[in-house]
């Protein structure tokens, strides 16, 4: 069976909404990262970055989120998670993956951790970069708002569902707490991440994390 490596409210949430909207069977296995268990060896022999999530499927090993995204929307391509290969609305699907993993996560973790960018003790270097990163981020937030603008449908690659969805929503909700400007402020991202909480499986994957309010 697959086991999903998670902690609440973590990257994971991308391929554990993927997971409830496939349907297949699958158990979660909580990753203290409050006790650093995400840094313990045995943890460490799964994913040497020592990062959030890892899934296992029998002898095989993933990490990294896009990947275990990609993974299981190709695993199951009855789910339509995302576009069939070999057309426009697949290479646009993989543009914007990158884009939510590689621009937007990356900037969001410069947001909530400046200090590993920083010498230790240099607590006025981190705050201004922590200052800066949340000014990108407003701009990337704005850029996931024109576009949901520009094609005017339910969901972010337009009529489809997809998995970006659960990347959007992830990454959006992580912006919850701003002081300034988050995700559900922006006309479009607002509407849209009240219909991403309609959805039952977003709802049990809330549930299952127990997260609570503000959920976006």
Known sequence: MIELHFYPGTAAMVPHILLEEIGAPYRRVLVDRAVGAHKTPEYLRLNPNGLIPVLVDGDHVLYETAAIALHLCDAHPATALAPQPGNWKRARFYQWLMW????????????????????????AGAAELKRHAEGKIGVLLDMLDAELARHGQPWFGGVDYSALDAYVFTLCRWTRNFGTAPARERPCIGPYLLRMLERPAVQRVIAAEQLTAPFV
């Open 100 to 123: 939510l993993t590689n621009t937007l996560q990356a900037a969001l973790i410069v947001y909530f951790y400046p200090e590993r960018w920083m010498d230790e003790g240099h607590t």
